[in-house]
């Protein structure tokens, strides 16, 4: 058996992930049966999102989903002019949110791939939105989380969070450059 050594940081975060399940393979599972009754299933967007735009916070930019699912918010960002990425570990969400955008005859660039291994340019943002994927994230893996915000988001970009109390987040969330959407 090889004898693998830790070295730096990532050693340690890729030591850590292979103790956790594969988290590709069980979402997979998860959005494999569409049919079932979730609120994210249904192809409406998120209503924070929604009210976001409708209160002119967010305008047409470009816009990275985080955890996108079956589509639902990237869909309703590419629909409202916005240039959408979104991003998510299952191909079984991503192939189903394909298929909700080809039906409506829209392009959103769908990515296979972890948050921590996506190629980005730095402040290529105006929005980042994230509904339900952060409270996903093992807490060794937060700090990966806002580095790729703090990185990838514009200068005076907007960054959106449906999960945990705004409270909460503020304490954790040393992002000075962006400015965090609180419902």
């Not at 005859?105 to 730095?122: E, T």
Request: with cysteine.
């Amino acid at each position: 058996m090889a004898r693998e050594t830790i070295q730096n940081m990532d050693d340690v975060l890729k030591m850590l992930d292979s103790l956790l399940r594969d988290e590709g393979e069980w979402w997979n599972g998860f959005y494999e049966d569409r049919s079932k009754e979730i609120p994210f299933f249904v192809n409406v967007p998120d209503e924070n999102l929604v009210e976001y735009f409708d209160k002119g916070i967010f305008i047409d930019g470009k816009v990275l989903e985080l955890g996108c699912g079956p589509g639902r918010n990237a869909i309703y960002c590419t629909e409202k002019g916005c240039e959408v990425d979104a991003v998510d570990l299952s191909t079984e969400a991503l192939d189903w949110g394909k298929e909700r955008a080809d039906e409506k005859g829209l392009d959103v660039n769908f990515i296979h791939s972890s948050l921590y291994d996506l190629n980005h340019q730095p402040e290529s943002y105006d929005i980042i939105y994230d509904s339900g994927c952060f409270h996903h994230i093992p807490p060794h893996r937060r700090f990966t989380y806002l580095e790729l915000i703090e990185n990838a988001l514009k200068s005076g970009g907007y960054f959106g969070l449906t999960c945990f109390r705004q409270e909460v987040w503020a304490q954790t969330c040393p992002i000075g450059r962006c400015t965090v959407i609180k419902v």
